[in-house]
């Protein structure tokens, strides 16, 4: 027997890895390849003047912009969150670290209503804003809010756990060395949590291109302005136009399979870097 492989308490590995791969294929696989066998159905004039619109080029733009903020924002703020959740303990943190899940479990529509009555013109920080000189709603900003609100959980409990595994003698041991705060998070901490954070915030980005219920509540949805991509798919549906709908669909599909491929392949690297510099 291969001494490197330990049998668990589960049946073996071709029952187990054939159940799980059926599994991903009926699930995954199989929407994806009849999304992709429709889209074949497309001529290449077909697929080029769905996709490239300016109407579906305005809404690539807006989204991918509004989803890089949003996940610029959540890299900051998450990290920030995950650490004092592992690394702090007070009043309310388990009341803290369950608001973090909220996401999640919320219906999107419901996210998007509540984030509209907090931020319309008539809601309840509406008025206060709108002195401020920002719209929120029925702008980019509130794309933006709305892509941030539901994606900040992924950057959270990526990251949440290599921060409690993280070794605090290391720290220390750079301090007694002489380095300051900043070195021994620069040197120390960030080189460990790195690759967590860049998968947490591959996933935040990927949830954000695709976001559609908490988005259009808030957004406004006007051509060229406040329509992001999930909503023109859903309107080329309504107006049976299942070629366009299919290729504009497919288009998200490859460029967020494109985003997560570039994440794991900058993990890897960052993996053999780390592994060759603490030999």
Do not use: K
């Not at 013109?121 to 809010?145: E, K, R, Y």
């Not at 756990?161 to 041991?173: G, N, Q, S, T």
């Not at 107006?239 to 299919?246: G, N, R």
């Amino acid at each position: 027997m291969n001494q490197g492989f330990r049998a668990g308490a589960l049946p073996g590995l071709s029952l187990t890895l054939g159940v799980t791969v059926t599994y991903l294929g009926l699930i995954v696989l199989l929407p994806l390849a009849a999304l992709l066998w429709r889209a074949a159905g497309l001529s290449v004039a077909e697929f080029l003047a769905a996709v490239g619109s300016p109407r579906a080029l305005a809404t690539y733009r807006l989204t991918a912009f509004s989803a890089l903020l949003a996940v610029t924002f959540n890299g900051i703020v998450g990290l920030l969150l995950a650490w004092v959740l592992a690394r702090y303990d007070f009043p309310g943190r388990r009341l803290l670290d369950a608001l973090v899940d909220i996401p999640f479990a919320l219906p999107t529509a419901v996210a998007g209503v509540a984030l509209t009555a907090a931020t319309s013109a008539n809601g309840l920080f509406g008025p206060a804003l709108q002195g401020l000189g920002w719209q929120v709603a029925h702008a980019q900003p509130g794309i933006v809010l709305a892509m941030a609100f539901t994606s900040l959980p992924f950057v959270v409990r990526s990251v949440q756990p290599v921060i409690e595994d993280l070794d605090l003698d290391a720290e220390e041991a750079g301090r007694v060395l002489g380095a300051t705060d900043l070195q021994v998070v620069a040197r120390v901490i960030l080189p460990v949590i790195a690759p967590s954070l860049l998968a947490g915030m591959t996933l935040a980005f990927a949830r954000c291109l695709g976001e559609f219920g908490a988005i259009i509540f808030i957004a406004g949805n006007r051509p060229f302005e406040t329509e992001i991509t999930a909503l023109l798919i859903y309107i080329r549906l309504e107006e049976y136009d299942y070629a366009a709908a299919t290729a504009i669909a497919v288009t998200v599909l490859v460029a967020a399979f494109l985003v997560m491929l570039a994440a794991n392949g900058v993990q890897a690297w960052q993996q053999r870097w780390l592994g060759r510099n603490h030999r």
